[in-house]
């Protein structure tokens, strides 16, 4: 697909960013970071459908269910979504098919250096215990964050 408007409509994309893949749907998971919002767009479909953040695509948050220019998103096994919210500083995590999210790295609006704070997460992994790791773009570091 080839634009170059941003747009908010379920068929264009604004500043898309992270991508990961879920095998069970085949499907990609997007974050659609300039809508504020992380969307689901199934292989060969026409459209794509919103998963977790704002579905006008025209404002940013602070809320549990907001996101503020999200850049990195993954799954886990059990299905939970994580993501990097990079102007909230931030990773969110949403339990599977809920809408609230709790704040499991960094702090909301909140930039820091020290071991809990962020500054601009872009990007997010596990390793096989689903340690979380993260990119700390302004504090030019990767945190490790323990399951828990």
Sequence with gaps: MHST????????LCQPHGLFFEQSSNSLLIANSAAYNIVRWVLNDTQWSIVVGNSGGTFNGISPS?????????????GNIYVADRANHRVQFFMADQSNATTIAGKTGMVGSNATLLSSPNSITFDNQLNLYVTDGYNHRIQKFSRY
Excluded: A, E
């Design 5 to 12: 408007v941003c747009g908010t409509s379920t068929v264009q």
């Design 66 to 78: 907001t996101l503020n220019y999200p850049t990195d998103v993954m799954l886990d096994p059990m």
